[in-house]
């Protein structure tokens, strides 16, 4: 395997922290005819409480506790003080059905969409960006004989072009005042032949890379958002991760740290247990399996160097207080260094 293969770019922060971890989801639309409908669940509130018209407080309480519903074309969930809406394109009722079997994101939507973003650094672009197939199966540690994968992209790459997302951020967990914003579609214009995908990429998920692509300078060039290095090595090495790995892993690259902790050598990131199974979205679960899949993401991800108390120590805490407890995670500071490893790692697998 050639490592050089594998640059450094750079991701915009609130994209990598905001949107990629939203791509982890597991049939988004499985049960879509199933599930209520909004207005038939404020109606049927209304009438429990002989009211003709519900508060904003009311309306997101009894939503909240229904925690996923429909809304036209939109499936919305809810995560305690927020609410993500997973819109479907403008399908006719004819081929909506079918539309809504081939929209797969989960652990590959997430890598593909990585990929995507490394490629608009690497190439320096947003529009009519050209990927190789070839390339994008590289990136995900596949060879060209398993045959599986390729529909698998290409229905990420489906699901890429056709969904669309919102988010409404309540602004405390008991307010009905929401601050919303609507992210689109992630990838627009999606053309494949035998060899190559031809995309261009929405601009509110390059965020600021845009300006450091464009090379801006001056008061035109908005870094508000913040960006971060992105080791491209990690896609190929990620390839066996479970989902809480891979939104474990993101997350050890963005965050910056504990100023009071870092160190020359190491990044130090400080978190409770619970605060870091939230990231990971290890959720409805019961205590036990929550922990072992927190531990058990915490071995996968092979960029930690080690974690305060170690994970042998942490195992054999009780379940009962066992997110309350804080956990250091040390990962190389200098993105050479850690790119270094992780190459390493890869020619030592093959």
């Given at each position: 395997?050639?490592t ?5 770019v ?18 988004i ?9 909004k ?18 407080e ?38 909506i ?22 490629e ?6 947003t ?6 197939k ?13 045959k ?15 969904l ?5 951020e309540?602004k ?12 689109g579609?992630?990838?627009?214009a ?8 031809t ?12 300006a ?8 035109n060039?908005d870094?508000?958002?913040g ?5 491209t ?14 939104l ?12 009071k ?18 990231i ?8 036990n ?19 305060q ?14 997110t ?19 190459k ?7």
């Open positions: 395997m050639n050089q293969q594998f640059p450094i750079k991701i915009d922060r609130t994209t990598g922290q905001e949107m990629l971890p939203l791509l982890i989801q597991k049939g639309f499985s049960d879509f005819q199933n599930l209520p409908l207005e038939e669940i404020l109606s049927a509130e209304c009438a429990r409480l002989g009211v003709d018209i519900l508060t904003d009311q309306k997101r309480q009894v939503l909240a506790s229904v925690g996923k519903y429909r809304s036209h074309n939109f499936i919305v969930r809810h995560y305690g003080n927020y609410q993500v809406g997973f819109g479907i394109a403008n399908f006719s009722d004819e081929n059905a079918g539309a809504l079997e081939r929209v797969s994101l989960h652990k590959l939507g997430l890598r593909v969409a990585q990929i995507i973003l490394s608009v650094y690497a190439q320096r672009k529009v009519d960006l050209v990927i190789s070839e390339k994008i199966l590289r990136y995900l540690g596949y060879s060209s004989y398993e599986q994968i390729y529909r698998q992209i290409d229905d990420v790459m489906f699901s890429l072009s056709n669309n997302y919102y988010i409404h309540y405390t967990n008991t307010s009905g005042r929401v601050k919303c914003k609507e992210w579609w992630f990838v627009y999606v053309k494949a032949d035998s060899k190559n995908y995309l261009s990429v929405n601009h509110n998920f390059v965020g600021c890379i845009q450091v692509i464009n090379n801006e300078k001056g008061t060039r870094l508000s958002r960006y971060y290095s992105f080791p090595a990690l896609l190929p090495a990620s390839r066996d991760y479970s989902a809480p790995a891979l474990l892993a993101n997350f050890l690259l963005l965050d910056s740290g504990n100023s902790l870092n160190t020359g050598k190491s990044k130090i990131v400080a978190y409770s247990i619970g605060r870091l199974m939230e990971m979205k290890i959720e409805n679960k019961r205590k399996e929550a922990k072992d899949a927190f531990l058990d993401a915490l071995e996968e991800v092979t960029i930690i160097n080690k974690t108390p170690p994970i042998s120590e942490l195992r054999k805490m009780k379940s009962t207080k066992f309350e407890q804080i956990v250091r995670i040390y990962i190389p500071s200098d993105i050479e260094k850690l790119d270094d490893s992780i390493s790692n890869l020619l030592a697998v093959k």
